[in-house]
């Protein structure tokens, strides 16, 4: 830990000495207006850094600047869109202990989460690199007397709108298709967690990538934010999210009539039969919930668990809860560090006072963690949980889990069911035609049958319901970020 501690101030130092400065047009600048607002750690609620608070000039500036460039970018070659795509997933790697001590720091997720997230980055980069030269293919429909002839081309400028968990990851997955596609982008991240993007657009450039392409403006979302969602200039909107700021952004973009990509909130359940694996399923559950501080949208934070064997399956994953190692983030044991923020904390712990008015029952946890002056949260679960109660209805986005009893397969499937949210769910079953029905009718754009969250990069990513619009991966998100022509010819 110490000598973690060591590295992470010296990677901190220019942010501490420069602030959180916007990018735009190859120019590292502070806001027009000059103000700055102040980010904190979430570890010892110390200020990091002061940062640039971007407004509407910012914004009209940054997207002036996506839209000078479009055309020379849209116009590059796909395979050197790769190469140069490749040289920032190498520029990622190289710097990759930088870019997890800073997120460490930053958002209090586990340094030992971080430096795969950063890994992951270069991967977005790389995978999106390989497909950019197949971003444009189209295909030849024949019908009588005539050959069509369908094209994509990139939609343009594009504003990306990312949220303060995992930012460096999500900000790359939603980044990396937009330049392969040939777009050109202004991204707004989270105010809670703006540092790594900042490292995020340098390498970018530093790796070549020709300024005015990327463009990057902090700030709030009711001014940057908004601004970017109703600025002319910008075609589209990528945005990650809470489903109620995608409602607001939605109205925010209809006069200029944005096209939007949302990846939204979830409430994510894990239904485990009672033929399942036993171990592997409560393993599952533990680290679908509990790691990344359980701030993470595709968590398992509700658990449906066959009658038969709630009671010894509740009580293992309790057993698990009560070992995970709350700390330091930069501490390498460490598998809960704090949660992002005091306000977001405040939030959380108000499911502790609310769930046992509502009959709950605390099987581990409740409690804020003793003995730190920052966020930190003990791991929870909470049992006896009916599927009217708040904890099992509202995304908490912390390290709660609740757990509910089913009988049948029937009521597994009408409680998995019974919410806004379809973004993610997780079976556990030895048998195959079971998981075949189930998952059949399960209302979720992403599910998991007999394993935890392992991603495909080239399988489609998205939720259905309150939980987003749009699919992203492979040509999913080139779709999203490119028009298609259709060209009739008559023969
Ligand atoms: P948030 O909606 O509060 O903020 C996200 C971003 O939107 C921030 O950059 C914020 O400044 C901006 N914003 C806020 N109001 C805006 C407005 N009116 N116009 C334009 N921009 C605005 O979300 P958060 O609290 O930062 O992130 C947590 C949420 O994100 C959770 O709900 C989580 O489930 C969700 N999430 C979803 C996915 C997914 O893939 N489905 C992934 C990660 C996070």
């Known amino acids: 830990l110490i000598t973690n501690l060591d590295k992470a101030q010296t990677y901190l130092q220019r942010f501490r000495k420069e602030g959180v400065l916007n990018h735009i047009d190859g120019q590292a600048m502070a806001a027009d207006n000059g103000e700055q ?15 640039a608070r971007g407004g509407a000039s910012d914004i009209d500036k940054a997207a002036k600047a996506a839209k000078a460039s479009f055309a020379e970018w849209a116009a590059m070659p796909g395979k050197e869109r790769k190469k140069l795509l490749h040289r920032i997933a190498d520029a990622i790697e190289a710097r990759a202990e930088e870019i997890a001590f800073v997120e460490s720091v930053d958002t209090g997720q586990a340094i030992r989460f971080m430096s795969k997230a950063a890994l992951r980055g270069a991967e977005n980069f790389r995978f999106f690199a390989d497909r ?44 990396a ?51 970017l969602t109703e600025h002319l200039d910008i075609k589209a909107i990528g945005f990650v999210g809470e489903s109620r700021t995608g ?10 009539l944005k096209r939007f990509h949302f990846e939204l909130g979830g409430k994510n359940p894990v239904v485990v039969f009672d033929d399942a694996d036993f171990d592997r399923a409560a393993d599952a559950a533990v680290f679908m919930i509990y790691s990344l501080n359980g701030e993470r949208c595709t968590s398992s934070s509700r658990l449906l668990v066959q009658s038969s064997i709630y009671d010894e399956f509740t009580a293992k994953v309790a057993e ?42 605390v099987a581990t946890g409740g409690k804020k963690a003793e003995g730190f002056t920052g966020c930190y949260v003990e791991p929870t679960l909470f049992t006896n949980v009916t599927n009217d109660m708040r904890i099992a209805r509202e995304e908490i986005f912390g390290p709660v889990l609740s757990a509910l009893k089913f009988d049948s397969e029937e009521e597994a499937l009408n409680i998995a069911n019974d919410t806004e949210y379809g973004l ?52 999913w998100s080139f779709d999203f970020y490119m028009e298609t022509k259709n060209i009739a010819f008559a023969t």
């Open 132 to 175: 950019a030269p197949m971003a444009r293919d189209g295909e030849s429909l024949r019908a009588n007397n005539q050959l069509n002839i369908t094209a994509r081309s990139p939609i343009g400028p594009v504003g990306i709108i990312t949220p303060w968990n995992t930012p460096f990851m999500l900000s790359t997955w939603k980044i």
């Open 320 to 361: 698990k809860a009560k070992n995970i190692k709350v700390g330091h983030p930069l501490d390498p044991e460490t598998v809960i560090g704090p949660l992002i923020h005091p306000v977001h904390e405040k939030k959380v712990l108000s499911y502790f006072d609310i769930a046992p008015k509502e009959g709950a029952t």
């Open 247 to 256: 409602a607001m952004i939605m109205k925010q973009g209809a006069d200029t």
């Open 424 to 475: 993610t769910g997780y079976v556990w079953t030895s048998d195959l035609t079971r998981a075949l029905r189930f998952t059949d009718q399960l209302e979720a754009g992403m599910i998991w049958v007999n394993s935890e969250n392992v991603r495909h990069l080239p399988s489609p990513f998205g939720g259905m319901k309150s939980s987003g619009i749009g699919r992203d991966g492979g040509d």
């Open 177 to 227: 298709p937009a330049l392969a596609a040939g777009c050109t982008i202004v991204h707004k991240p989270a105010e809670f967690s703006p540092l790594t993007a900042r490292l995020l657009v340098e390498i970018a450039e530093e790796a070549g990538l020709p300024r005015g392409v990327w463009n990057l403006v902090n700030g709030f979302g009711e001014d940057a934010g908004k601004a």
């Open 37 to 51: 607002f102040e980010v904190i750690s979430p570890i010892d609620l110390e200020p990091i850094a002061k940062v």
